[in-house]
């Protein structure tokens, strides 16, 4: 069955330390893979997405997955993280076709401490 | 260019109420989908439609939840009667463009938070 695992539900992270969300997916097929952000009270924004080349992809705000297809993994990284990053973040996997819908994972929240 | 538009924001009712949620998507995204998302969990898909047709609906609640999009642009996702447990946001999100080119991303609207008293 297709799915996707988040391991942490949530995380705390001080401001200026780097920050690794981590995300395994099952999936039959070749996975398209993405990474949506969700503030309080607001719908989710794509960080970034993996469909082919580079296994390591730059998204918005600084953030960068890395796809290890042995690992079925594609954790989400960010070197130095702001007090404003502080959200919900989701990893979800799909077919890569117009039109399919995308299966996400159960969230990780992350709170920064100054 | 606008992005996917909800409403209402925010809606609360008594358990037995009928609701309704409505979505315009994106302009010339044939795909919408509705999606679940209870409090700290991922959004699951309730249904997908491919312009007027809804292809995927299986994991919609029939007895109590209904959706249309009949002329294939917005939609409108009801549920009569409203349950406790119904308490949730609801996304809408839309997808398409031209071919070759969309890669499966799912643009979202802001959703409609339901609370059921």
């Known amino acids: 069955a297709q799915s996707v695992t988040q391991p942490d539900i949530h995380i705390t992270v001080s401001e200026g330390a780097s920050l690794e969300l981590r995300c395994n997916y099952s999936?039959?097929?070749?996975?398209?893979l993405f990474w949506y952000v969700q503030s309080p009270g607001q719908g989710l924004q794509l960080l970034l997405k993996?469909?082919?080349?580079?296994?390591l992809v730059q998204g918005i705000k600084g953030f960068e997955a890395e796809f290890k297809r042995s690992q079925s993994s594609f954790n989400l990284r960010k070197p130095s993280v702001h007090w404003s990053d502080a959200a919900e973040y989701f990893c979800?996997?799909?077919?890569?076709?117009?039109?399919?819908?995308?299966?996400f994972g159960k969230g990780t929240t992350l709170s920064v401490s100054s | 260019e606008a992005g996917v538009v909800q409403s209402p924001r925010y809606k609360i009712i008594e358990k037995k109420q009928p609701v309704a949620f409505w979505c315009n998507p994106i302009?010339?995204?044939?795909?919408l989908y509705w999606y679940l998302q209870n409090l700290g969990q991922g959004p699951e898909l309730l249904i997908r439609?491919?312009?007027?047709?809804?292809?995927?609906d299986s994991q919609l609640p029939k007895d109590r939840f209904s959706a249309e999009r009949l002329k294939g642009v917005d939609s409108t996702l009801k549920i009569q009667p409203a349950e406790l447990g119904d308490s949730a946001v609801y996304l809408c999100?839309?997808?398409?463009?031209?071919?070759?080119?969309?890669?499966?991303?799912?643009?979202f609207g802001e959703g409609s938070r339901l609370t059921v008293l």
């Open positions: 999100a839309s997808s398409g463009g031209l071919a070759g080119t969309n890669t499966g991303e799912l643009f």
């Open positions: 999936y039959g097929a070749t996975p398209y």
């Open positions: 993996y469909f082919s080349g580079d296994t």
């Open positions: 979800a996997v799909g077919a890569g076709q117009a039109g399919t819908a995308l299966i």
């Open positions: 302009s010339g995204h044939n795909t």
């Open positions: 439609y491919e312009n007027e047709e809804a292809v995927d």
